[in-house]
C-alpha cells in the first residue's frame, strides 16, 4: 500500500501538563510507524500551568512538534480550528491530548483516507466516563441527531481524519459559534467512520466541565438547526389551544353549574385558574424569548467581527503567510 502523504495531527492542550510526557512518548512511537513526513501542531489554550514551556521544550529537541499558544483560553472548538488553520498537510488529524483517543487508531483513519474516503470519524464504542455524563451524551446525540437535516453521527468526538479539501472548506467558514463536529459533516465529500473503545484519561484530571459540554451542546443545536425557533412556535400555538378550552369549559361550568355539580366539578373561585393560566403563559413566552435570545446573541458574536484567537508565541508555525480569520 503506497504510503500517505504529509500528515498533520493537532492537539488542542489545556492545562495538560501531568499527561504531556506520555502524550509526547506515545504519539511519537506511533508516528514513527507512519513511514510518512508528519507535523505535530500542539495548541495551547492559555494555559496556567507548565503546559506552554513543556510544548517549547519539546520543539526544541523535535522541530516535528509544532506548537501555538493563545493569549488566554478562547475554547477548545476555537483552539482546533487554529490547529486547522495553521495545518500544511495533505490529511489532518484532530487527536485529544489526554490519549482518550488512542494514537494507535491513526492507522485505521489512515487506511480509510488511503481509500479514498476524504472525512473519516472515529465513533466512540465504549467509553469510560460517569454514567450522568454517558446518558446526557447519549441522549444529546439523538436529539441533534433528529433536530438537524446534516446526518450526524451519533456517539463521535472530534477525533477524525480530514482530507485538505475538507480543511480549506472548513477554514473559509466565517462562524464564530464552532461545532466542528457539525462543520466537517456540513462540508460533504466522501465520508465514512471506524469504532474504537475510549479509556480513561491517562494523567491528570478533566478539562472540559459540564459548563463547557453544554455550551458546546448548545452551539451544535442552535448552528444547525432552527428547529428550536420552531418548537416555540408550538408552544405558543398549544399554550393558546390549552387556553381556548379553559375558556370553553369554564363557560360550561357557568351555564351548566347543576349537571357540573354532580359529577364533582362545580364552579369554583377564580383565583387558582388565574395564577395557573399567568404562570403557563408566562413559562411559555420566557422559554420563546429565551430561544430567540440564543439566536440573537449569535448574531451579535458574528457581527463584531473580532479575530478567532490571539496568539502569545508559536514555533514552527509561518506567521506570515497564516493571519487569524476574522469573522
Not at 69 to 94: E, M, P
Not at 109 to 124: N, S, Y
Request: a neutral charge.
Amino acid at each position: 500500500m503506497a504510503s500517505p502523504g504529509k500528515i498533520s495531527i493537532i492537539v488542542p492542550c489545556f492545562n495538560e501538563e501531568a499527561v504531556l510526557p506520555v502524550l509526547f512518548q506515545n504519539l511519537g512511537e506511533v508516528a514513527a510507524t507512519w513511514s510518512a513526513e508528519y507535523e505535530i501542531i500542539c495548541v495551547d489554550d492559555g494555559s496556567s500551568d507548565r503546559t506552554w514551556e513543556l510544548l517549547k521544550a519539546k520543539n526544541a529537541g523535535d522541530p516535528r512538534w509544532h506548537y501555538v499558544s493563545f493569549a488566554r483560553n478562547f475554547g477548545h472548538q476555537i483552539a482546533v480550528s487554529a490547529g486547522l488553520h495553521f495545518a500544511t498537510g495533505d490529511c489532518v488529524v484532530i487527536i485529544d491530548a489526554d490519549l482518550q483517543d488512542p494514537p494507535d487508531e491513526i492507522a485505521h483513519l489512515l487506511e480509510k483516507w488511503r481509500a479514498g474516503f476524504e472525512v473519516v470519524i472515529a465513533i466512540r464504542r465504549e467509553r469510560h466516563d460517569p454514567p450522568v455524563k454517558k446518558i446526557l451524551a447519549w441522549g444529546f446525540y439523538r436529539l441533534l441527531e433528529k433536530m438537524t437535516p446534516l446526518p450526524m453521527s451519533p456517539d463521535a468526538g472530534d477525533f477524525c481524519l480530514l482530507d485538505k479539501k475538507v480543511v480549506a472548506v472548513m477554514n473559509s467558514l466565517p462562524e464564530r459559534s464552532r461545532y466542528l463536529r457539525g462543520l466537517r459533516t456540513w462540508c460533504g465529500f466522501r465520508q465514512t467512520s471506524i469504532e474504537f473503545d475510549r479509556p480513561a484519561r491517562a494523567a491528570g484530571v478533566a478539562r472540559y466541565t459540564f459548563k463547557k459540554s453544554f455550551a458546546l451542546a448548545m452551539d451544535g443545536l442552535f448552528s444547525f438547526s432552527a428547529t428550536p425557533l420552531r418548537i416555540a412556535t408550538y408552544l405558543g400555538l398549544w399554550s393558546s389551544a390549552f387556553a381556548f378550552f379553559g375558556v370553553v369549559f369554564t363557560l360550561a361550568q357557568k351555564i351548566f353549574s347543576t349537571q357540573f355539580s354532580k359529577i364533582g366539578l362545580a364552579p369554583g373561585a377564580g383565583f387558582p385558574t388565574i395564577v395557573i393560566s399567568i404562570l403557563f403563559l408566562g413559562g411559555v413566552q420566557l422559554i420563546c424569548l429565551g430561544i430567540l435570545g440564543e439566536y440573537i446573541g449569535r448574531i451579535y458574536e458574528e457581527v463584531k467581527g473580532r479575530p478567532l484567537w490571539v496568539l502569545r508565541d508559536s514555533a514552527g508555525i509561518n506567521l506570515q503567510e497564516k493571519k487569524p480569520p476574522a469573522a
